[in-house]
């Protein structure tokens, strides 16, 4: 399919879900403690997004059945919500998405519990920082292939991998547009960005192996080597000049 380029419209009605995420994130920052359930974080950020109107993208997205994903160490993504509580030394990755007025945002963080090794601190850090490698070519006239080998450069410089399996994706009136984002250099330039282009870019991270499995639940995806992984992301705006991070 083509990529959808917004409009000065649309893209004022992607930013009030974006809103929405930067507000739950905001409201979990000191939920995120030793002994809470990760049922307990999902509820709070489904109230959350349903207070304002809103809903979660996630909920029922091809069966999924919550509203966020959340990952804990050697979990890479899509990690379902449960009776799992937290414990010290645990990174714990959160990945939500909302929609209003039919237009998405999604955005991920990955937060530290207590006492962290200062392997899985890097490898936060690491994740963070390499989508703000990235974001030098998130601009107009660059190309994708930029995006995705910044991110790959940036993680591998520090000792880590770039899941290969999982991509970052377009957004807007659909959760997952065009283009697909690797987080990994590639061999095509990809399409040149231009203004209006809403991409959601989200390196994953592994201390270990780049290799993931799925496990039988059908939606958790682990390290191979059962290392931890470090998700960040945000949805961000392509315009004439410095990228709009519509989620920070």
């Known amino acids: 399919m083509p990529i959808i380029v917004k409009n000065a419209g649309q893209i004022e009605k992607m930013r009030k879900p974006c809103t929405l995420i930067k507000g739950?994130?905001?409201?979990?920052k000191d939920k995120i403690v030793q002994?809470?359930?990760?049922?307990?974080?999902?509820?709070?950020?489904?109230?959350?997004i349903k207070s304002h109107g809103a809903t979660a993208s996630f909920k029922g997205y091809r069966g999924y059945p919550k509203s966020t994903c959340i990952s804990v160490n050697e979990e890479v993504i899509h990690g379902i919500p449960g009776a799992r509580q937290l414990k010290n030394g645990d990174i714990v990755s959160i990945d939500i998405g909302a929609c209003l007025e039919g237009f998405h945002g999604d955005?991920?963080?990955?937060?530290?519990?207590?006492?962290?090794?200062?392997?899985?601190s890097s490898l936060v850090e690491t994740a963070e920082q390499s989508f703000f490698a990235a974001m030098k070519?998130?601009?107009?006239?660059?190309?994708?292939?930029?995006?995705?080998?910044a991110i790959q450069d940036y993680a591998e410089g520090k000792g880590f991998a770039v899941v290969r399996d999982?991509?970052?994706?377009?957004?807007g009136a659909n959760l997952h547009e065009d283009p697909e984002i690797p987080n990994y250099r590639q061999k095509s330039k990809g399409p040149?960005?231009?203004?209006?282009?809403t991409l959601a870019i989200e390196p994953m991270i592994n201390a270990g192996t780049y290799d993931v499995v799925v496990l039988e639940d059908g939606?958790?995806?682990v390290t191979a080597d059962g290392e931890p992984s470090a998700h960040y992301e945000n949805t961000v705006?392509?315009?004439d000049g410095e990228p709009d991070i519509l989620t920070l």
């Open 192 to 197: 040149r960005l231009v203004p209006g282009m």
């Open 219 to 221: 939606w958790t995806v």
């Open 35 to 48: 002994g809470i359930t990760t049922e307990e974080l999902d509820t709070i950020v489904a109230d959350y």
């Open 237 to 239: 705006l392509i315009t």
């Open 24 to 28: 739950a994130f905001e409201l979990l």
């Open 137 to 149: 070519y998130a601009r107009a006239g660059h190309f994708l292939h930029e995006i995705s080998a």
């Open 166 to 171: 999982f991509i970052g994706h377009g957004i």
């Open 107 to 120: 955005a991920a963080r990955t937060y530290l519990v207590g006492d962290v090794s200062p392997k899985a």
